[in-house]
């Protein structure tokens, strides 16, 4: 069955509707595609599938949890716990070296520090940025620093990675490598995929496609 599922999603901010009865579902191991153009409601989406934002109306079901309806606090630990996210940019802290990093997720939820670090290092070959363990964010590439990112995410070992744009500041060749990493980490770790994109050379790593138009979801057919 599936890991994480909403039902009729709605959520307006104002008079603007950004979700306007969306359904969405993804199974562990399965990597889905957010797509649609700018305003079109994927990060909006996102937000509701991952508890941050708490839509008007629907339901967003996780693990057993209907995490619609559970306290911000509830929600909370859940997010930390259970799920990873991957941005665009700015999602390292800077004062810290890339290896501390990828460990701070760790150590944060009860891990010593030999051991997260220990994780943390395998995480960055695995992600084959081995050799900027002791930088700081701001004096990696893009490149290195969205793998580092992605090994921060993942090292976690989530059980539902959110991707928004996570190449979207990458040329293409660093954006294809970060996709691939990423993707086939996903999929060993069994970690369910929500990436949301606008890019269809990005959303062709997925397993399927969903298109959200002026606030509603269809499954783009022929990607299943
Ligand atoms: P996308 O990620 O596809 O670009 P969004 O989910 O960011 O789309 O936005 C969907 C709609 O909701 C847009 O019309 C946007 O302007 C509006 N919107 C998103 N976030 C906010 C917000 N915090 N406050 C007001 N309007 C918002
Ligand atoms: P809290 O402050 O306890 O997190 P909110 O003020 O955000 O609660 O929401 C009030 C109530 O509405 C909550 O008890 C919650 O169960 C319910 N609720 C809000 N949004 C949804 C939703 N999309 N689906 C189901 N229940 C919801």
Request: glycine share 10%; with cysteine.
């Amino acid at each position: 069955g599936s890991l994480l599922a909403a039902r009729d999603l709605r959520k307006a901010y104002g008079r603007t509707p950004a979700l306007d009865g969306v359904d969405f579902s993804v199974h562990p191991g399965e990597v889905v595609a957010v797509m649609g153009p700018s305003g079109s409601g994927k990060s909006t989406l996102l937000h509701c599938l991952a508890g941050i934002v708490r839509p008007d109306s629907g339901t967003v079901h996780y693990d057993g949890h209907v995490l619609t309806a559970e306290s911000d606090a509830r929600r909370s630990a859940l997010r930390r716990s259970d799920f990873g996210f991957v941005f665009q940019f700015g999602q390292l802290v800077p004062e810290l070296t890339c290896l501390e990093n990828v460990a701070l997720p760790l150590r944060l939820n009860g891990v010593k520090r030999k051991a997260a670090e220990t994780t943390a290092r395998e995480w960055l070959a695995r992600l084959e940025v081995d050799d900027v363990h002791g930088k700081r964010p701001g004096e990696v590439s893009g490149g290195q620093g969205q793998r580092v990112a992605v090994a921060r995410a993942l090292a976690g070992r989530p059980r539902v990675l959110f991707a928004d744009e996570p190449t979207g500041a990458l040329d293409s060749l660093n954006g294809e490598r970060v996709m691939t990493l990423l993707t086939d980490a996903a999929r060993d770790t069994r970690a369910a995929v929500v990436l949301v994109t606008h890019e269809p050379r990005v959303a062709a790593y997925a397993d399927r496609e969903v298109v959200v138009r002026d606030g509603t979801a269809r499954e783009l057919a022929g990607t299943a």
